[in-house]
């Protein structure tokens, strides 16, 4: 038994997605979301300034004593996971390696097509990872730059951002795909239009849900899971524009949030 919260990171509330299936999957946690809103968004930038970045929190969050470390960012997830892991006694994981293994597990072409953001894309950690599992699977990978300036906007369906869709996936969909999977968790918040232009022959993988999954398996088999009579009590903080979570952040959450705490990291 262990009554301490997770700890969860994004660039700004992408990361919520991943909150949500954690909520949904182990509805007793406590969860502290941190959302970088200050110097979102993390995907134009170099992986160099978002390791530093990344480390920069996994040590705030530390100081915050959680049991375990998700980063719910897949490009804080390819600029230093690996690194991070190594110099932390607290379990980290990210979002890439639960989203590449479902993935290999579920090509039958082996073929698998990976949207993500730029500096994900440019890290080619989809590839690397699912080569180790498998160096026999094919893995597509295509930089989707203006998604998430749709998803944040609240344009989640109509003809503008249905025809940016298509254009990015429709490359996929020619390499003869059948598994994509949605390497950004803002993803997530579009799953049915895009399952809608891919069809049903392409299987998605949704990387919040099996990280989800992950969670709840490392805490069982560490036997840390939350036992307490008294409800979960969910903490969000941000490290600027605070006010994003109350216009945008119940989309991906599911539900209402009903206070943020602003915090400074000091670093610009």
């Excluded at 941190?34 to 930038?45: I, K, N």
């Excluded at 749709?150 to 109509?158: A, H, K, P, T, V």
């Excluded at 049903?200 to 949704?206: A, C, P, S, T």
Aim: proline fraction near 4%.
């Amino acid at each position: 038994m262990d009554n301490r919260p997770i700890g969860v990171f994004d660039s700004g509330v992408g990361g919520l997605t991943v909150v949500k299936e954690i909520i949904h999957l182990l509805p007793h946690e406590e969860i502290l979301y941190l959302g970088d809103t200050a110097r979102v968004p993390y995907g134009p930038r170099e992986l160099d300034q978002v390791r530093g970045f990344m480390f920069e929190i996994v040590n705030f969050l530390r100081k915050q004593d959680v049991k375990l470390i998700v980063i719910a960012c897949n490009t804080a997830t390819a600029a230093g996971l690996q690194d991070a892991q190594e110099i932390n006694n607290v379990p980290i994981i990210g979002v890439i390696e639960p989203g590449a293994r479902a993935a290999r597990l579920s090509t039958r072409a082996k073929k698998v097509g990976v949207i993500a953001t730029k500096a994900t894309t440019k890290s080619d950690a989809y590839r690397r990872i699912i080569s180790t599992m498998d160096g026999q699977t094919e893995v597509f990978t295509r930089a989707c730059p203006t998604l998430v300036d749709f998803i944040e906007r609240g344009e989640l369906e109509g003809g503008r951002i249905e025809e940016e869709v298509r254009s990015y996936l429709g490359p996929l969909i020619e390499e003869g795909i059948d598994v994509l999977i949605l390497g950004c968790t803002h993803y997530p918040l579009i799953e049915g239009l895009i399952k809608k232009i891919v069809g049903e022959d392409i299987q998605i993988i949704n990387s919040a849900r099996v990280t989800a999954q992950e969670v709840k398996r490392i805490l069982t088999a560490e036997v840390q899971l939350r036992h307490s009579d008294r409800p979960p009590r969910h903490r969000f903080l941000a490290t600027g524009g605070g006010r994003l979570f109350f216009e945008i952040g119940g989309w991906f959450l599911g539900q209402e949030i009903e206070e943020t705490e602003t915090i400074d990291l000091h670093s610009p």
